[in-house]
């Protein structure tokens, strides 16, 4: 199934329960949750009050991506605060097999996040314990970004190693994705698809709908 998953980091912080609430009302299943530690990427974005406190806007799947560095220190509490998914990166955590048996410890979904650099072959190791792979294509840090078209191959490199083993394992992307090139990742094999401005820029009912349009 093919998964729409809004990334709070273009919305409106000032009405930003009310715009959650239009994206699950136009058909978003998931929501994006970026955090950003300043020391992993650049930025430093939102965090536990922030997701807390929005947990009640909307019943959507919470998809919170970790980018922060050794990301185990946290899970605890990003499980308690409301996440549904948590998703860290690979090159973040010393020892990633611990992270991911702590999230699902917590009774949670795990994703693991690789920038577009990081090889593929990174995650397979792992890839048996883990509910989603997260290709970024763009990198991580800043939004409005363009796509990097060779993440694509990136894209298809995953969902055949993911295929060959045998698993259902989700493959989601974030970053850089319009209305023009979401087709793109989904015929490469992506089914998750993260969009920030091509949500949040303008109308959030209609460009929901527009993009779920384009992902059946």
Known sequence: MNILSPSILSADFTILGRQIKETEEAGAQYLHFDVMDGIFVPSISFGLPVLKSIRKASNQVYDVHLMIEEPIRYVEQFAESGADIITFHVEAASDPREVIDKIHSL??????????KTPVEAVKPYINHIDMLLVMTVEP???????????????????????DMGLTTDIEIDGGVTSDNIGTPLEAGANVIVA???????????????LLAKMK
């Open 141 to 163: 840090g800043f939004g409005g970004q363009k796509y990097i078209n060779e993440c694509t191959e990136k894209i298809r490199e995953a969902r055949k190693m993911i295929n």
């Open 107 to 116: 009774g949670k979904k795990v994703g693991l996040a690789i920038k577009p």
């Open 196 to 210: 920030g401005s091509a949500v949040f820029g303008g109308d959030i009912t209609d460009n929901v709908k527009n």
